[in-house]
């Protein structure tokens, strides 16, 4: 059995990678992307945090959030928002007995990965590494051409330049994938 232990630091800053059931290619999709959408609107509402960055990618998802003060429960959000998504599109995708007895969907895989962000450049590989991921997968060839990114909000907040990652090696860590 694995050792493994959740950060808890509240307040923190987390990167989060979470990955479609058996890696369809369905999180781009028009119904899931506004189901997920109300879902974290949804949690959000009761569950405040705040999202840095965000990149949905066919399969998977990166982000970073910040919570607030005080509060270092990321993993119930992250269960609410994965259960909302779901009921809104029931029936979907195949499941096994034991995911069925575990009451879980034929949509997320069971667990997401997490690192809390150490330090200020460490936010900035991550939010680099997460923007420049459709390029990395060869979805697209350039950062700015990937609809489905917090890329062009931070442009216009004027965080990256709208060429960012056209002539850069991003950084390509382990980052949970």
């Not at 960055?53 to 119930?76: K, M, N, Y």
């Not at 575990?102 to 936010?123: A, F, N, T, V």
Request: glycine residues 6%; aromatic residues 12%; charged residues 30%.
């Amino acid at each position: 059995m694995s050792d493994y232990h959740r950060a808890r630091e509240a307040g923190a800053c987390h990167f989060f990678t979470l990955v479609s059931h058996q890696r369809l290619c369905v999180l781009t999709d028009a119904p899931l992307r506004a189901a997920l959408r109300r879902a974290i609107e949804r949690v959000r509402l009761h569950r405040p945090f705040i999202i840095e960055g965000w990149v949905l990618l066919p399969d998977h998802l990166h982000c970073v959030w910040r919570l607030p003060e005080g509060d270092a429960d990321f993993g119930s959000r992250w269960s609410m928002i994965k259960r909302l998504t779901s009921q809104a599109l029931p029936g979907f995708g195949s499941i096994s007995l034991s995911r069925s007895l575990r009451r879980e969907s034929g949509l997320w895989q069971r667990c997401l990965w997490e690192q809390r962000i150490r330090d200020e450049e460490d936010y900035r590989r991550h939010m680099d590494y997460l923007h420049f991921n459709p390029v990395k997968h060869g979805l697209v060839d350039c950062v700015a051409d990937w609809p489905w990114s917090s890329f062009h909000r931070l442009v216009k907040e004027g965080m990256y330049p709208a060429d960012w990652g056209s002539d850069t090696k991003v950084n390509d860590g382990e980052y949970g994938e």
